[in-house]
C-alpha cells in the first residue's frame, strides 16, 4: 500500500496527472485557504474588482480581493513549510447581491455549480492555479457546495441566479431545528440551513434529475479543471447514500465535512462508503477540550475521543486533522498560551490521519472567536518565517521523514501503524504509532515539580532515543520505560516525539545542522522572530551526551 501510494506521487511529478484516490492522499499535508484572504492582488495577479478596501475588515463581510492567481504568487511560501496538497475554498458562481450578511465573499453561497466565480477569476486563471500547483508536485483540492441555494425569502423558488428552475429540485421548506438534532436526522438532511436573514434553500438530493446532474456535473468539473481531491461542505446535511454516488463520479478522494461531535455518527460515512473520508471533528473537539478551555483543561475528553476514533473509524489515517477551520475560533483566540498550541499541533500532525491547517495558524492568527472574523486577510500580518513557522515546518519534515523513510516498528511504518495510548493520567497522554512515541500534556507553560512516567514505551531497556523536537538524546529506562520531567526552567508544559536515534539519523531528522524548537511560553506579543531555547530538559533517565544534543547546547 505504501510503496504503491509513492510510486504514485512519483507518477503525478512526471505527469501531472489527476483524480488521487485516498490512498494517494493519506501520506499528504494539506493547507486550507479561503480564496478572498490569503494573498493580496500583486502585478501577477490583477484585481478583479475596483476599488479594494485598504484594509481587509472581516466585520464588513465583503471582498477583499484575493483571487486564484493571487494564490500563485503564495504557493512557494506553503511548499516550503512542507505542505503538498492546498484546499480552496468553492470556485463555482455565488450571488452577488448585497444580504442582510452583505456580500459572499467567502465563495460558499454558490448558485450555479455550473459556472465559475468571475470574482476569483477566469475558467483560464483556474487553469494556472491549478497547473502550478502541479508543478509543484502539489495537490488541488477543492471545496464543493451543493447542499443549498442562497435565496432571500423562505417562497421564492427558484431563488435568483439558481441552477435549479423546479419547486421538485427543491424540499418543501422549514427550517432546520437545532435543538431536535440528535433525535429528528430527517430535518438534518431536508431542512434548510441558514435564517431569516439568508436562507440556503435545501436541494433533493433525492430526485433522480437533480442526482444525475450533480454526477455529470462533478465528473466534468474534476476532469476539467484536473481536480486531484473534494472536500464536501455541509455533508452531514445531505442523505448519506447520495454520496457514494456523488463522489464515485467524480472519482478522487472525498473528505466531507460533518460537524458533529457523536463518533457512532460521523464514523458511518466511512463504515457505510458514504465518501473516503471526513474532517475529524471529534478529535478536534478532543484537541479543544484538553488544550484549550479554561479553566478546566480536560484530558479525558481526548482521549475518550482518540479510543472512539480508533476504534469506530475503519481508515482513521485518512481523516483530516485541524485545530481550527472558517467555522471555528482561531486556536490561538481561546488559548493563550502558546506551549498548549504546540501540544495541541503535535496531535494534529502527527496523529492518525491527513493534517488539515487553516491559512494563518502558521502565522498566529488569533484575530477570530467566529465567523466572520476568523476568516482575517493573511496579508495583514505578512508570511514572515517565525517560530510558528518553523513548528510547521519541522512537524512537517517528521512526518514526511516517516513516510519517505520506511522505518518500521513490529514490522509496522508510521503509516501502517495505528496510533495506540500507551499511558495516560489527568494531564498527559502517551501515544505510539509505529516507529514514534508522542507525549502530549495540559499543563501549560509554568515548570512544575511533576513527571509524566510511562511504564512500557514498547522499546528496550538502553535504547537510545532522541525527542525530535528539542533535539535532545534519551535512553530508555528499566522495562521499557521513560519518564518526562515539567519542572526544568524553559521546560514547562512542552510536548515530546521521541524516536530511535537510529531512525532519526536514518531520516535526516535532528542531524547536527539541524536546532530543534523549543517554543516560548510568552503570552503577551507573539513569537514572531523568537529563537530556539538552549537548555537542555531534565530527565529521570539518563541523558546521552550524542552529537544531536551538543548542537542545541551549543546554540
Ligand atoms: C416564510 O416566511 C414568512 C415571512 O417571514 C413566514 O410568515 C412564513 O411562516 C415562512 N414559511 C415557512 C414555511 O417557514
Ligand atoms: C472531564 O471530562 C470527562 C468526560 O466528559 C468528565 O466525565 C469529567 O467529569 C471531566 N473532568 C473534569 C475535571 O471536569
Ligand atoms: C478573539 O477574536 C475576537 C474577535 O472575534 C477578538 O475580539 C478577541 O480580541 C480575540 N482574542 C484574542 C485573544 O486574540
Ligand atoms: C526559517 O528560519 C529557520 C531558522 O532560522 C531556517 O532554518 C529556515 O531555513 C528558514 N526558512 C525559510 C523558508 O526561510
Ligand atoms: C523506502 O522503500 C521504497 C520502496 O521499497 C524505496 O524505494 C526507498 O528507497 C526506501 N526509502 C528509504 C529511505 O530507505
Ligand atoms: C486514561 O484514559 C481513559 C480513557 O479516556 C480514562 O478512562 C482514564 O480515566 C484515564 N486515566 C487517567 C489516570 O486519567
Ligand atoms: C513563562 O516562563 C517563566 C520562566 O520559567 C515563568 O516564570 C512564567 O510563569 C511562565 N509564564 C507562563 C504564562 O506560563
New binding site residues.
Partial sequence: MLISALTAILAVGANLVSAATADEWRNRAIYQIITDRFAPPSDNAPARTEPLPLECNTADQTWCGGTWLSIIDKLDYIKNMGFDAIWISPTSQNIDYQTPYNYAYHGYWVNDLTKINLRFGSEDDLHKLVDEVHKRDMYIMVDVAINGIPSLSNTTIPPEGSMWTKAEQFHDFCQIDWATELTNDKQIKDCSLGDSNLWLIDVNTENPEVVATLRSWISEYVATYKIDGLRIDAAKHVPGEFWTGFCGAGGVFCIGEVFDDRIDYTSAFQKEKWMDSILGFPFYNGLVKAFSVEPRRNMTELTERIIGTLEQFPDPGVLGNFIENHDTPRFKNITA?PRLVYNAMVGQFLFDGIPVLYYGQEQDMAWGNADPHNRGALWALGYENITTVQTVTRLNKIRQGFIKGNATYNGQTYLQSRSQIVANTTYDVAIRKGPILMTLTNR????EAASFSIQNTGWQRGEALIDLLSCLDYAVGSGGSLSISYSR??Y?GLPYVFATVEDARHLGICNNDQLGIVVS?T?TGNTRNAGAVAVAPSSLFALVAGAAALAVLTL
Avoid: F, H
Wanted: aromatic share 0%.
Fill in positions: 498560551d501549560g507553560s509554568p515548570e526552567q524553559g514547562g511560553n503570552t
